[in-house]
């Protein structure tokens, strides 16, 4: 399928630091919104960030939620910190794009496990996390 | 024939509509753990019905199934409202058991509420995609607005057009901090108030009656 997780070398100990993968929007552009959660969460789930280029629509994030929720399970898994920029008070949407329906899905979304990222300061700006070692 | 199917597809349009108007509309009161959520529903559900909703806690996610208070008739400026509110859980995309030990829980209850926890956030996610007609946002007026799930759910909200209410609520403690929720959704009107004691509820009524009228 071309939504799982990229492969990596196996003879990388994952102990020794943080996995980021970078996901572009073009590997995500062809994929349902589910293969995108699954993407995600099986990428979190083994301890990566997950940052993608171009983010999720409002109602992938609702299903991310929802998904998320199922799978958190005590000592194992629980849940996922996310974080993007805040939409400017203007709104990102030109008029066009209101009147036709059309949502600007297009910003950097930062996505890891629960108990390994923290934000540390976030504005329209910039997104400051600490990131921990398992 | 064609005809006369078209025309009682029509007639039929016309009267669902007329009884869909007819129909309370259900409202979904919404935010962050510990907003005070249950504490609006019970105080909208006591003024107007006589009855609580669901049970208050300061411990987070008290409330772990969406609960609904069916046929809330609020009557404003000589015109009657009729809801169904919906209180649902507080919406993370977090929740840890050994949170719930620090509020005086064995293990083995704090692993049950942590379990009841998510599969209600997830019940309050699906609620708002496909059950409710409009939303109250609550936010706590003392803590940061400029949170992910807060500016994910005001997405998720706006997204589908659905009619939102943003409150700010316990404006009766000394922390409280309206404007900073006034400036993180300006595209918003926000109304304070204080659901446990009962601060600017004409207004909060007024609003609902404009909003969900």
């Known amino acids: ?134 | 024939m064609g005809l006369l199917t078209s025309l009682k597809d029509s007639i039929s349009r016309v009267t669902d509509g007329l009884f869909a108007a007819d129909e309370p509309k259900r409202i979904g009161i919404y935010g962050p753990p510990n907003a005070g959520k249950t504490t609006l529903a019970n105080r909208i559900a006591r003024d107007w019905t006589g009855d609580a909703v669901g049970p208050e806690s300061h411990i987070p996610h008290e409330t772990r199934r969406a609960r609904r208070k069916e046929n809330v008739e609020i009557e404003r400026n000589g015109r009657k409202v009729t809801i169904d509110i919906v209180d649902t859980p507080g919406v993370t995309t977090k929740v840890d058991y050994k949170e719930f030990l620090d509020h005086d829980m064995d293990k083995e209850d704090a692993v049950r509420r942590s379990r009841e926890a998510t599969e209600g956030v997830a019940e309050a996610m699906h609620w708002l995609r496909e059950d409710v007609d409009g939303v109250i946002y609550v936010l706590d007026s003392t803590t940061d607005p400029f949170t992910q799930v807060n500016t994910m759910l005001i997405g998720i909200i706006e997204s589908q057009d659905l009619p939102a209410l943003i409150l700010a609520n316990k404006t009766d403690l000394a922390d409280s901090d309206v404007q900073q929720i006034a400036n993180a959704f300006p595209q918003h009107e926000t109304i304070p108030l204080s659901a446990l004691e009962g601060e600017n509820m004409d207004e909060v009524y007024t609003k609902i009656a404009e909003y969900f009228g």
């Open chain 1, 1 to 134: 399928m071309p939504g799982a997780t990229p492969d990596v070398d196996e003879g990388d100990d994952p102990n020794d630091g943080v996995r980021i993968d970078m996901i572009s929007g073009a590997r995500m552009e062809g994929l349902t919104g589910m293969e995108k959660i699954r993407l995600i969460l099986d990428g979190v789930r083994d301890g990566n960030i997950v940052i993608l280029e171009e983010g999720l629509s409002p109602d992938e994030e609702s299903k991310l939620i929802e998904v998320t929720m199922t799978e958190i399970s005590p000592d194992d898994f629980t849940g996922i910190e996310i974080e993007t920029y805040p939409k400017p008070a203007s709104g990102n949407q030109s008029f066009l794009d209101k009147l036709m329906g059309r949502e600007s899905t297009q910003k950097l979304t930062v996505i890891g496990p629960a108990n390994r990222i923290e934000t540390l300061h976030k504005d329209e700006n910039l997104i400051s996390t600490l990131v921990s070692r398992k």
